[in-house]
């Protein structure tokens, strides 16, 4: 039988701790638990393997203690919980290296497929997988052929970069500014970005109005659904 996989949580709210103790250890998660910045660094020690991470700590800075865990461990997936008005945390966390957000008050079904998403993510990325398949959508990364069942797709090669970033990041939020500054040398507008995303997805999805792959986080960026 493999070993349950480690998650610590920082939260400083007893209630959400205790919620996430019982709905984790359930799933088989191994649960570690802090309620403060500095209880949660004393615990990297023990090596979990996704942390769930509460912006609003009473010692540390949520985006302090993000930086203060990546220069620990540049590997394991962070989630971050945040409160609904916090777009711009949002933001800034994504940029400072988490690997997505579950907004309060959140559902524990949503929670878990976020947490399978990062550890998807983080497998991925340590070993590039040269042919990606989400659905009918087929990105083979060596030869740069995109099909959508059995359809080539001719992309140009700014849209074919858009969704090669978009792939090698499945499941995780990119933010307008990762995707600017990736795809761009000088300083574009977002606006730019939305016009490339709308060709991809008119020429990769059903219904671009409703797309299915590339989905649309409002207000922080873009997200490629993961690979069930």
Known sequence: M?????VLVIDDE???RKLLRMGLGTRGYEVLEAGTGKAALALLADKPELIILDLGLPDIGGLELLQAIRSKDEGVPVVVLSSRDDEAGKVQALDLGADDYVTKPFGMDELLARMRAALRHRLQA???RPVFRLGDLTVDLVRRIVRVGERDIKLSPKEYDLLRLLVLHAGKVLTHRFLLGRLWDDYTDAQYLRVYVRQLRQKIEADPERPHYV?????????????D
């Open 2 to 6: 493999s070993a349950a996989t480690k």
């Open 215 to 227: 989905l649309t986080e409002t207000g922080v960026g873009y997200r490629l659904r993961a690979p």
């Open 14 to 16: 007893p209630p959400i």
């Open 126 to 128: 340590q070993g590039e």
